[in-house]
């Protein structure tokens, strides 16, 4: 299969621009396209062959549930049932935005394998006019991962998706870096307190201000992650990444460290490192992208370095310790 990509850029409002990621949506096709988040691979969540594709395509689980985008609060209730006040009040705060809300589905709303089976399911309106423009002329609800290969960093670029799904989809749509970086919040609306499952750019407190107490799922004791896929491993590059604490002269030491046994290593930091044999800015828009660029060297190891107040940074606190599967260096 040839996979095509169409540079939006200037043709964000045409009509042209869409028509092709349309057609092969409403045919049962996989389009990948920008959303302000990551880049997804998208599907119609009401057709279970179309979904069983992006299966497929990402080699992904089948136990990984699927996020459900639609184009506004109006299309998302008429796949939902029971949905508390507090979920309205979250999607009048935050959509178009970076917040997907687990609520229960309406019966049979959606193929079965969008939901792996779950009588919840994840919805968010992405706030990127292509993604927006797409939802509204495709009238479909689109069922949508990050488009990377499963256990690879998710794409920041459509370059990244390309990289990726070259031959495995036929269209990609190009509207160039995506502004966050990393993945939406995900936010359990079915339980009291609400539980984020999974950390993102909308934090709990910008969540407490609006519909009050919030719980996040790892300070939750001897709880099975109610996220499956917060249980796999994520976000690695092909060279192990250890963390370590940014304290100057501690990272030195480490590159000396490792470089005496022959071996290259990269530092992501905030600070430049001229020691280091490859040097990535860290920071949650550039993550992904930087972890992508150490695979395209001769990179043996990678350091990554925390700062002191990593609370500031909880989400990509938790995409960095995943990708590192949280080793230190020592
Ligand atoms: O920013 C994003 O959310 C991106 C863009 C493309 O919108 N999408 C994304 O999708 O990250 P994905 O499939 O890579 O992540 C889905 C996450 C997983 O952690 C999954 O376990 C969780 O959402 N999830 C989905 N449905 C769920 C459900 N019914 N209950 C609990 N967790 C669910
Ligand atoms: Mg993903």
């Not at 996979?3 to 949506?25: C, F, G, P, R």
């Not at 998706?161 to 936010?187: F, K, N, R, W």
Request: aromatic letters at 6%; charged letters at 25%; a negative charge.
């Amino acid at each position: 299969m040839k996979t095509e990509i169409i540079l939006v850029d200037k043709n964000v409002n045409k009509e042209e621009t869409y028509s092709q990621a349309v057609e092969i949506l409403q045919n049962e096709g996989l389009v990948a396209f920008p959303t302000e988040t990551v880049y997804g691979l998208g599907a119609d969540a009401t057709n279970p062959q179309a979904v069983e594709k992006i299966f497929e395509a990402k080699g992904r689980p089948a136990d990984n549930p699927l996020i459900v985008h639609v184009d506004s609060k109006e299309s998302a209730l008429e796949w939902v049932q029971n949905v508390p006040d507090k979920a309205l009040q979250c999607m009048d705060a935050f959509w178009p935005g970076a917040l997907t809300l687990i609520m229960k589905s309406k019966p049979d709303a959606f193929a079965a394998n969008v939901t792996a089976g779950l009588s919840t399911v994840g919805i968010r309106v992405p706030n990127h006019p292509v993604a927006l423009n797409l939802l509204r002329r495709v009238k479909l609800p689109i069922a949508a991962p990050s488009a990377n290969t499963s256990g690879k960093p998710s794409p920041t670029r459509a370059e990244h998706v390309y990289h990726d799904m070259e031959g495995i989809i036929p269209l990609i749509l190009d509207g160039g870096a995506t502004a966050i970086g990393i993945e939406s919040t995900v936010l359990d609306m079915t339980c009291e307190p609400p539980v984020i499952l999974r950390p993102g750019n909308i934090t709990k407190e910008d969540l407490e201000q609006v519909i009050g107490t919030v719980r996040l799922s790892s300070d939750i004791q001897g709880n099975a992650p109610k996220s499956p896929g917060m249980k796999y491993m994520h976000y690695a590059p092909e060279a192990p990444v250890y963390l370590i604490e940014n304290d100057q002269a501690l990272v030195e030491k480490a590159i000396e460290h490792v470089q005496k046994d022959g071996k290259k290593v990269a530092v992501l930091s905030t600070v430049e490192f001229p020691l280091a044999d490859y040097y990535f800015r860290l920071s949650a828009e550039t993550l992904y992208d930087s972890l992508r660029k150490c695979d395209r060297t001769d990179v043996d190891l990678i350091l990554a370095t925390v700062s002191p107040a990593p609370k500031r940074n909880v989400a990509m606190m938790n995409r960095l310790e995943k990708a590192a599967d949280h080793k230190w260096f020592s």
